[in-house]
């Protein structure tokens, strides 16, 4: 099993290129199978979600053809509209190819998935959807299998927000007879970008990027030759972990439209930011200030930053809250941390974290995605070496990561 090693201590310094949105390639994939023409996907991260997000299309029939940065998919002909529990328990994404099977061909059968244990994220809300635009669902032996000869539009008022089920439904709406009003839709930018994929494929999508998505079906999509949107999340993780050490970096290709809740909370913490049309330059001159947060659906801060943000105020000066209102058990993190002399405790649904003068190496596991870069991030800081084991999972969203951080004058190296 492959680990990573760190030698902290050595400040972050140079440029890096955001890479493709790891939450907005995925169900963009999954979009070839609303349309019978070719599909060209570019600036697809090199990730083992997006491999794997491949091998299930390919296992329904899709023919597909990666290589670097780009996929072309071609779902003229499926030859069974099924996504099998073998693949689905290690993405959840996997439940994205509900909507789109059962809009053009009249059916799906996918397993309830799996992915990372944050907390519960249940499906329901797409069963339902589905069910409302006139599907048939049942649930046998561990699969949602959905028919339905057409969906019909109608009105669907979501009672959470959730991304994959307002991106699963509006996929759905496109070829449904009618309109579809989703309300109380996330707003995204992922969301935004599929939405503007399919409306490059002849999809009539209004309000995207709003709560209230309304979607007009057509009868056919066509294929599309579309590039998706840089990774807010890796770019936020970049910007703490440069913050972090005291660095200074500047990312390039940069999704600066969708950075702002992390920018400020930056910006709090002592940095020096400068923003361009495509590229954020962050500068740290000392020790960074602890900030509070609250993670929130989006324009709100970013569930997805919590973990690293707990790692930066690990080695902040005073003391910071982190409320998590989105996954119920998104601090496993915490524990881990503590191996390295974080100052962590936990009270409910908030972390009070105590900064500290200087972390210390040692061996720790992942254990989710988020919770990986966290890890990188306090080993970078902390004095002498830091061993990462089970960083699938952070191959699950970090494109070559330690390739990368060596680049910006991180000692890191991947072992076995």
Not at 144 to 152: D, E
Not at 191 to 208: K, Q, T, Y
């Amino acid at each position: 099993m492959q680990k990573l090693s760190i030698q902290g201590g050595t400040r972050l310094t140079g440029e890096v290129r955001v890479a493709g949105a790891k939450n907005a390639a995925l169900p963009i994939l999954t979009a070839a199978l609303l349309t019978a023409s070719p599909v060209r996907i570019t600036n697809v991260p090199e990730l083992n979600d997006v491999r794997t997000m491949v091998k299930l299309l390919e296992r329904m029939g899709v023919r597909a053809r990666a290589s670097g940065h780009e996929v072309h998919l071609d779902a003229a002909s499926i030859a069974e509209p099924f996504a099998p529990y073998d693949l689905v328990k290690t993405m959840r994404a996997s439940i994205l190819a509900l909507g789109p099977l059962t809009a053009r061909f009249g059916e799906a059968r996918v397993s309830l998935p799996g992915g990372c244990a944050i907390g519960e994220r249940p499906v329901d809300l797409h069963i339902k959807g589905l069910a409302a635009m006139g599907a048939e669902i049942a649930i046998e032996a561990g699969y949602i299998h959905a028919k339905a000869k057409r969906l019909k539009g109608g009105r669907i008022f979501m009672d959470t927000v959730t991304v994959t089920g307002t991106e699963n439904l509006m996929m759905a709406a496109c070829l449904a007879e009618g309109e579809t009003l989703l309300e109380n839709a996330a707003r995204e930018p992922e969301v935004v970008d599929l939405a503007r994929c399919l409306i490059a494929m002849g999809a009539r999508i209004e309000g995207h990027g709003s709560d209230a998505i309304r979607v007009q079906g057509v009868k056919e999509l066509r294929g599309v030759d579309y590039a998706v949107m840089p990774d807010r999340i890796e770019a936020g993780t970049f910007l703490a972990a440069a913050a972090a050490t005291r660095g200074d970096v500047t990312l390039t290709a940069a999704p600066v439209g969708s950075l702002d809740a992390v920018i400020d909370k930056l910006r709090e913490a002592g940095a020096a930011i400068t923003v361009g049309d495509a590229t954020v330059k962050l500068a740290m001159p000392s020790r960074p200030k602890a900030v509070s947060l609250r993670t929130a659906p989006y324009p709100g801060f970013p569930t997805d930053m919590q973990a690293q943000f707990i790692a930066l105020n690990s080695v902040a000066e005073g003391t910071a809250h982190v409320t998590e209102t989105i996954f119920e058990n998104r601090f496993m993190h915490v524990q881990e941390l503590r191996r390295l002399g974080a100052r962590i405790d936990i009270e409910g649904n908030t972390a009070l974290i105590t900064g500290v003068d200087a972390l210390a190496g040692a061996a720790v596991m992942a254990t989710d995605l988020r919770a990986s870069a966290s890890l990188v991030i306090a080993a970078l800081v902390a004095q002498g070496e830091t061993v990462i084991d089970r960083i699938y999972h952070l191959d699950r969203g970090y494109e070559h990561i330690e390739t990368r951080l060596a680049k910006l004058g991180a000692r890191i190296s991947r072992v076995s």
